[in-house]
C-alpha cells in the first residue's frame, strides 16, 4: 500500500536525522544517460525511468549509491557522476542477455570495493542478475520484477498458429538462426536462468498481484516487498488534452515482436476504418518493417506486411522507429488514443506514461494490467484476442470527448498517486532497511 504523504514526510525527516549513510548498489542492465554523458556516448533510448529513481532515492543524502551495469567494453571502469558510482563491467557480446561465467569475478570486485549494505538486481531476466546471487549470495540481496521470461516465453507468438510462424521465416531469419522460433528459444534458455534466480533469493521486489502470484508459485518462501515504478521526468512535467491531439490517432509505443501484438491493432483496424476513415495508427520502437530491405526484413516483418495486405490498410500504419523521451511525449499528446495489445506484460512503464499523461488508455487484460487500469474508469480493458472489441473500445473513445476527458482525468489522479516520485523513494529505503535488519 501506498505511503500517504504526511507518512512520506515523517519517514524521511526521520532518515535525515540518522547519520547512518546506506550503501546500496544496484545492478542493472541498463546504461544511465548521466554515464552516458560521460562517456560521451549515445544514450539508450529505454531506461531513463531508472535514473529518474535512482535521482529520488538519493535526494536526502542519506543513500551512497552504486551502479554496475554492462557495455562492451574489454576492461572493468569505475565513474563517478554527480550523486551515483557507476562501475562498468566488459561483457561477451555473443553471451549478451545469456549467461557470461566471466561476469562473476567483475561483480565479486565490484562488491568487494564499494562494501554495499544491501545489493538491489533491477530486473530477473538477465543472466547477469544470477551472476550476482551465484557470486555474493542471497544475503542483504533483493530482486526487483520487471518482466517474467519464464512465462512470457509461453506468449511469444502472441496467437500466432504454427503455420503462420512457419510461412513467415525469411532467408535473413535462417542466415542468422534468428527466426520467430529461434527467438522463442532463446528466451526459453534465459528463463531457466531465471527461475533459478527467484528460487534462490529471499527477497523480491514487485508492483502487481500478477507477480506476486508468479513469484509465489516459485519460491512460496520469498518475502515479497511491494514498491510502484517511478518513471522518466518528463512524464510528471506535461499533460495531454482533448482540443490539442490528432483526432483518429492511434498510439502503440513498441510492436517489434508478436509478443506486443501490432497484429491484433491491425486486425482490428478495418473495422475502426469503417467508422472513422481517417483513422492512423503510429507505431514507435525498433523500426522493424518501414524502409528496410526485404531482404533484412525478419518473419514477423514479413507477416505484418502480409496481414497489411490482407486487410488492406497501407497506408494507415506509420513506423516512427525509435523515439526519445521528448519525442515519445510528444506522440502521447498528439494520440487520440494510446493502445497497449500486448499478449502478456506485467506493469508496462508505457501505460503508466500514458495515464500520467492524461492519453486515453485501452489495453488488454493480460498479466498485472488490470492492476493499472480498470475498466471505464482510468482505461479499457478488453481480452486480447477479442479484435473486435478492441476496435469497439477505441471507436466509443472517437466517438467521445467526454469520455476521453473522463478517462483521462482519472487515469491521471491514479498515475500521479502509483509512480510518486517521493511515495515511491520512501517506500524503497523502508524495504532496504527492512532487508538490512533482517
Known amino acids: 500500500m501506498a505511503l500517504r504523504s504526511h507518512q512520506v514526510k515523517q519517514y524521511l525527516s526521520l532518515v535525515e536525522a540518522n547519520s547512518y549513510i546506506m550503501k546500496v548498489l544496484w545492478i542493472s542492465n541498463i546504461l544511465f544517460p548521466e554515464l552516458c554523458d560521460i562517456l560521451g556516448i549515445q544514450a539508450p533510448f529505454g531506461g531513463g525511468w531508472m535514473q529518474s529513481a535512482a535521482k529520488a532515492l538519493v535526494v536526502n543524502h542519506t543513500i551512497e549509491l552504486a551502479v554496475a551495469s554492462f557495455y562492451r567494453g574489454t576492461t572493468m571502469q569505475v565513474v563517478k557522476g554527480k550523486n551515483i558510482i557507476y562501475y562498468l563491467i566488459p561483457e561477451q557480446t555473443t553471451k549478451r542477455n545469456l549467461y557470461d561465467p566471466g561476469v562473476e569475478n567483475y561483480l565479486k570486485v565490484v562488491n568487494r570495493d564499494f562494501k554495499p549494505d544491501i545489493v538491489h538486481i533491477h530486473g530477473s531476466e538477465s543472466g547477469h542478475s544470477l551472476a550476482q546471487l551465484r557470486a555474493c549470495g542471497r544475503e542483504k540481496t533483493v530482486v526487483s520484477i520487471q518482466g517474467l521470461l519464464y512465462l512470457y516465453k509461453d506468449f511469444y507468438f502472441g496467437g500466432l498458429s504454427e503455420r503462420e510462424i512457419n510461412k513467415s521465416r525469411t532467408m535473413r531469419d535462417i542466415v542468422r538462426c534468428d527466426s520467430l522460433k529461434d527467438q522463442q528459444q532463446r528466451m526459453a534458455k534465459r528463463a531457466l536462468l531465471e527461475i533459478e534466480l527467484l528460487k534462490g533469493v529471499k527477497h523480491v521486489i514487485g508492483r502487481t498481484s500478477w507477480d506476486k502470484a508468479c513469484v509465489w508459485a516459485l519460491n512460496p518462501g520469498a518475502r515479497y516487498h511491494f514498491c510502484n515504478e517511478t518513471l522518466r521526468d518528463g512524464f510528471y512535467e506535461n499533460r495531454w488534452g482533448y482540443d490539442e491531439c490528432r483526432k483518429h490517432t492511434i498510439f502503440l509505443s513498441q510492436g517489434s515482436s508478436p509478443l506486443k501484438g501490432l497484429h491484433q491493432i491491425i486486425k482490428a483496424l478495418p473495422l475502426v476504418l469503417r467508422e472513422y476513415s481517417d483513422t492512423k495508427v503510429y507505431v514507435a520502437g525498433s523500426n522493424f518493417f518501414s524502409g528496410v530491405p526485404f531482404w533484412r526484413k525478419n518473419g514477423y516483418a514479413r507477416y505484418i506486411g502480409k496481414l497489411i495486405d490482407k486487410h488492406r490498410v497501407s497506408g494507415k500504419v506509420h513506423f516512427l522507429g525509435e523515439l526519445s523521451e521528448l519525442q515519445m511525449i510528444e506522440q502521447y499528446k498528439q494520440a487520440h488514443v494510446f493502445v497497449c495489445p500486448s499478449a502478456i506484460e506485467n506493469s508496462p ?70 509512480h510518486c516520485k517521493e511515495t515511491n523513494a520512501a517506500a524503497l529505503l523502508g524495504i532496504y532497511n527492512k532487508i538490512i535488519s533482517c
Not at 367 to 376: A, F, S, W, Y
Open 349 to 418: 512503464n508505457s501505460i503508466g506514461e500514458a495515464q500520467l499523461l492524461g492519453t486515453p488508455v485501452v489495453s488488454s487484460y493480460v498479466g498485472g494490467t488490470m492492476d493499472m487500469v480498470k475498466d471505464n474508469e482510468t482505461g479499457f480493458l478488453y481480452r486480447f484476442e477479442e479484435t473486435s472489441l478492441l476496435a469497439q473500445r477505441v471507436c466509443e473513445l472517437f466517438a467521445n470527448s467526454d469520455l476521453c476527458n473522463r478517462l483521462s482525468e482519472q487515469a491521471r489522479i491514479a498515475a500521479i498517486q502509483r
